[in-house]
Structure formats: structure tokens, C-alpha cells
């Protein structure tokens, strides 16, 4: 992405009104980022969902002026950022209609054909809470998955921590700007996360750690992996929000069961209780219910077309999916260019011969 074009997305992130489905409705209309604000506003009004109140603000000066200010913050400090249509940008975020049109990292992050999982909880672990997360990671690092957390107190840093003893890639999304870190006694745990993994955050520079930051990252850590794991919550707090926001992406979620009487595990209960998500006791659970346990073939392309026949709209599906692992129906729709009645008739033609199979999460994938 050019200047011009980092410019613009900048631009449109600093206006008060345009949130990141409103960016990504324009962006999709006018070609680019720099392309909105080269339209005039009667042809912007047009689009649909798009208002005068949206608009409010488009063409101010403030707006731009900031936008250049981060610029030559990025490009001083060597910031890196990924737009969402970018190949590298997390491909389970790209499923998401509010995620983030860009966001900012650092570190040593490569998601290509990985595993992707969440991990959050209580600020206020237990020592039941401390040995799940123990053995849950010992027990799910052959799989060598990504663990993504919120770098916060509890559950957060100390799952974090564990992926990195066990060699796992780490990633820590983060509630503020990449130029300080919150709290300030994880600063030590930076280096280390950076060897493997690394940090993402939509916010600026100039952006603060404020309540409200923190809620909103909270659809990036369930955005970008394939489940959600709640591992110790309160009747009330950030994880159960995290939780509600993964189900309403129709990821799997997961809750560690705990005693009625304790207080952190009172909201994981409630998640069970309330089939908001799956109850697990250990790392098989999790293992089991997402298929992970079941070896990916990559020879199977050459077999399946050799011995199965596969019509063009079927063979185009299967490839999509060998390539890029599971997918919901929406997002085969949209990569194969096909009506989602097509999608849905043809998938299950396919699991008929045995080349597709449905998995939990309303996924599907090449077998």
C-alpha cells in the first residue's frame, strides 16, 4: 500500500462517524481508500447505509492533518501494519464484517496454515485456573497452535507465557498504541513474545488504554482464531464479552466447568449452562470438537480426482478447501464466486462421495 492509500485508510479511521463496516462499504464502492474522498459526497450518499451523519466530517482538515501526523509516526518508528484485504492481513478476521480495516503490529507473526486458538479469563487467576492453563497448553503444543490473548493480568499473561516455554507463536492484541504497553510490568514479557509471535492493535500512537478500547479489542481476539477458550470469568467481565462476540461470529467457544460456590468460575458455568459453549475439561475436548486430531493429507487432491469425479463448481470448491483449510459456507460462496443455494446443494453432494465434511462452527472442510 502506498502512501496516498495508508493516507486515506488513516483518514477514514479518524473519522468519528465512520466505523469499520461503513470504511469497508465505501472502500468496496469506490475502489480504495483514497478513491472515497476523490468522490463527491452526493455519489457517497447513494450507497446504501451510507448517510449525511456518516458523512459528517468527511472532507474536514483535522481529519487529514492526523492522518499524516501517524504516517510519519509509522514511518519513523518502522511500524507495521496489515489491511484487510491484504493476503497476510488474519484470514479468520477477513470473515468479519466490523473487524478492523487495518491494523498495526510488530513482532515476528506468520499465521499462514496455522492453527489459530483464543485463550482468555479472569485478571484474578486461581491456582485451579493456573494448573488448566498448564496443562492445557502442555498438552495442545504438539499441535503447535497460535495462541492469541489480550496480554493483560490472570489468565492473559499466563497462557502467554506458557506458549512461549513451549515454543508456541504467541500473539497479544492490544487495547492502545504500540508505543507503550499496558500494564507496564508486562513490559519484561515483550522481547520474549517477539521471538515468536508478536502483538497486534488497531489503535494510534496517540490512543490511550481506556475502558472502552479494551471491550473493542476484545472482537479481534475473537475474530482471528477458529474457537475462543474461557478458562476462569466472574459472573460479569471482559472474557464473557469476548465469548458473546466469538458466538455471534459462530465460532466454537469453550468453558472450563468449575465449582458453583467459586467465584471465577461462575461465568464460565453460565456459558455451559446457557449452551453458549462447549464444557471442556482438557485439551482433547477441544481437540475432538474441532477435528484437530485428524491428519490433513495433502496428497489427497491427486486421489480424490483420480478416483472420484468431480464436476468444474465441485472440483473448484475442493481445491478452495484443501488450500485454505476449513471455511463457513458464506466465505466458499464468496472465494468460488457461486450463489450460496449453489454452494450449499453442491457441499452436500460432495460430502455424499466423501471428499467434504461438515465440522462444528457451521465450517467445512476438504477431506
Same mark, same amino acid.
Given at each position: 500500500m502506498? #502512501?496516498?492509500?495508508?493516507i486515506a485508510v488513516l483518514r477514514l479511521q479518524h473519522i468519528p462517524h465512520i466505523?469499520?463496516? +461503513? #470504511?469497508k462499504k465505501l472502500i468496496s464502492h469506490c475502489g480504495s481508500p483514497a478513491a472515497v474522498f476523490a468522490n463527491k459526497r452526493q455519489q457517497l450518499l447513494k450507497i446504501d447505509g451510507i448517510g449525511s451523519f456518516t458523512l459528517s466530517g468527511l472532507y474536514d482538515a483535522q481529519h487529514r492533518e492526523a492522518a499524516e501526523a501517524e504516517y510519519e509516526y509509522i514511518q519513523k518508528? =518502522?511500524?507495521g501494519y496489515t489491511y484487510f484485504k491484504d493476503m497476510e492481513h488474519p484470514k479468520y &478476521? =477477513? %470473515? /468479519?464484517?466490523? +473487524?478492523? !480495516?487495518?491494523?498495526?503490529?510488530?513482532?515476528?507473526?506468520?499465521? !499462514?496454515?496455522?492453527?489459530i486458538i483464543s485463550v482468555v479469563g479472569t485478571r484474578n487467576i486461581t491456582s485451579y485456573g493456573t494448573a488448566f492453563c498448564e496443562k492445557f497448553i502442555e498438552d495442545i503444543a504438539p499441535l503447535n497452535?497460535?495462541?492469541v490473548s489480550g496480554f493483560a493480568y490472570g489468565v492473559d499473561i499466563t497462557v502467554q507465557k506458557? #506458549?512461549? =516455554? %513451549?515454543? &508456541?507463536? !504467541?500473539?497479544? /492484541?492490544? $487495547? %492502545?498504541g504500540l508505543n507503550q504497553m499496558y500494564p507496564k510490568v508486562h513490559s519484561k514479557y515483550i522481547k520474549d513474545v517477539e521471538k515468536n509471535g508478536g502483538f497486534y492493535t488497531e489503535f494510534w500512537s496517540t490512543s490511550q488504554p481506556e475502558r472502552e478500547h479494551f471491550l473493542k479489542r476484545n472482537r479481534i481476539i $475473537?475474530?482471528?482464531s477458529e474457537a475462543t477458550v474461557v478458562v476462569e470469568s466472574a459472573e460479569k467481565g471482559g472474557s464473557l464479552v469476548t465469548a458473546d462476540i466469538a458466538n455471534s461470529y459462530n465460532r466454537d467457544v469453550f468453558a472450563v466447568p468449575g465449582r458453583t460456590k467459586d467465584r471465577y468460575s461462575v461465568g464460565c458455568n453460565n456459558l455451559i449452562k446457557q449452551q453458549k459453549a462447549h464444557m471442556m475439561t482438557s485439551a482433547a475436548d477441544l481437540i475432538y470438537l474441532l477435528n484437530w486430531d485428524i491428519a490433513e493429507k495433502k496428497t489427497q487432491n491427486v486421489q480424490k480426482q483420480f478416483f472420484i469425479e468431480l464436476d468444474d463448481t465441485e472440483q473448484s470448491i475442493y481445491d478452495y478447501l484443501l488450500k485454505d483449510g476449513k471455511q463457513q459456507l458464506d466465505s466458499i460462496a464468496l472465494e468460488c464466486q457461486l450463489p450460496i443455494f449453489k454452494v450449499s446443494s453442491t457441499l452436500l453432494n460432495m460430502e455424499m462421495k466423501g471428499v467434504v465434511r461438515p465440522l462444528p462452527g457451521k465450517l467445512f472442510e476438504a477431506i
Open positions: 502506498d #502512501a496516498n492509500e495508508l466505523g469499520d463496516v +461503513s #470504511a518508528n =518502522k511500524i &478476521l =477477513k %470473515h /468479519c464484517i466490523d +473487524s478492523p !480495516t487495518l491494523l498495526f503490529k510488530r513482532g515476528n507473526i506468520d499465521l !499462514t496454515g496455522r492453527k497452535p497460535v495462541i506458557l #506458549a512461549v =516455554k %513451549h515454543g &508456541l507463536q !504467541t500473539i497479544g /492484541c492490544l $487495547a %492502545h $475473537a475474530g482471528m
